[in-house]
């Protein structure tokens, strides 16, 4: 008998456990007395149990959305957007901040905007007050005015959060990149870095009327130059580098004329001595011909001897009367005796 009333008293208390679990006659009485009856059913608390919705989570919101003034959120709005996988706490803290601070957002753009990963919450709060982003965000920009003098610039970017452009726009990366890229084409566009040096405020109006934030989740308040440096003479020493550039040209240019030059006059002693293996050639036939000539008849002693005269005669003239200056000039006939 005792084992019995036992399994009957743990019988009746996991009931009530059960009972209390899957009806939160807790959770209904506040839903009642926050906001009065046929707001919040019975039925709708045990119906959330049943599909793994936390029953404290939807009350809660609905509770704080009505007391808000946002009467139009509904328990089967909330339940459907934690389905789907949603923060229903910053979705209900972003709708009553936008309330409050009469930014217009309704409850499909909410959940939609906390659906696709934004924190809608924060987005509402950057409406509000707006957040500061730094271009770069490290460092400086360098850019080369055209008087080829570098000038290093470093911005800060108010903005706030454009929330219909939240679904699909860009984030601060790319607002970073277009004020980078406005600021150097700013830089570029000046004269001289003098310019750039007592106008800074030339490159925000300049980056600002651009419409950097096009496409992106955020709308550019002001552009402001935080850090202005001179750099570098970068076109001094893209000159000095083309002049060495053009020097090794011109140097390469002149070996290979030289070298074309030696190649010339190798040529040309070799074309020299050439010749004078025709002429030695030449010479060592005129005893053949003589010979020839005795032979044939064509030519006698005396012919011979007087040519011997007049070469004898020539080469002692030559001798009294001395070199000339700067001749190279040998005798035209010689002794083949």
């Not at 149990?49 to 509770?63: T, Y």
């Not at 001595?273 to 030519?299: D, L, Y």
Request: no cysteine; hydrophobic share 45%; charged share 20%.
């Amino acid at each position: 008998m005792p084992v019995i009333q036992i399994a009957l008293l743990i019988f009746v208390v996991l009931f009530i456990i059960l009972f209390f679990y899957f009806v939160p006659l807790g959770m209904w009485v506040q839903a009642v007395v926050s906001l009065g009856l046929g707001h919040i059913r019975i039925v709708d608390l045990i119906r959330m149990r049943l599909r793994k919705i936390s029953p404290r989570l939807v009350v809660d919101g609905v509770i704080n959305t009505h007391k808000a003034g946002l009467t139009n959120i509904s328990t089967d709005m909330l339940e459907t957007h934690y389905l789907a996988g949603g923060s229903v706490v910053n979705v209900v803290a972003a709708l009553i901040a936008a309330d409050k601070a009469n930014i217009p957002l309704q409850f499909a753009t909410a959940t939609a905007i906390d659906l696709a990963g934004r924190d809608v919450k924060t987005a509402v709060q950057t409406s509000v007050y707006p957040k500061v982003i730094d271009a770069p965000a490290s460092g400086t920009l360098a850019a080369v005015a055209k008087d080829g003098i570098e000038v290093k610039a470093r911005a800060r970017v108010t903005v706030r959060t454009n929330i219909p452009g939240l679904v699909g726009g860009a984030t601060d990366d790319t607002i970073i990149a277009r004020v980078g890229e406005g600021i150097v084409s700013a830089i570029g566009s000046a004269t001289t870095y003098s310019d750039v040096l007592e106008n800074p405020d030339s490159i925000s109006k300049s980056v600002l009327n651009k419409g950097l934030d096009s496409g992106t989740a955020f709308e550019i308040l002001s552009i402001d130059i935080a850090d202005l440096d001179v750099g570098k003479n970068i076109g001094a020493s893209l000159q000095a580098d083309q002049a060495e550039a053009d020097l090794r040209v011109a140097q390469a240019r002149a070996e290979t004329r030289r070298a074309m030059a030696v190649a010339e006059e190798q040529e040309m002693i070799a074309k020299t001595q050439e010749m004078r293996a025709k002429v030695v050639e030449a010479e060592s036939e005129v005893p053949k011909a003589m010979a020839q000539a005795f032979r044939e008849g064509n030519m006698g002693i005396f012919d011979y001897y007087n040519m011997k005269n007049i070469v004898a005669d020539t080469g002692m003239r030559d001798s009294i009367a001395g070199p000339k200056e700067g001749s190279t000039s040998e005798p035209d006939v010689h002794d083949h005796d």
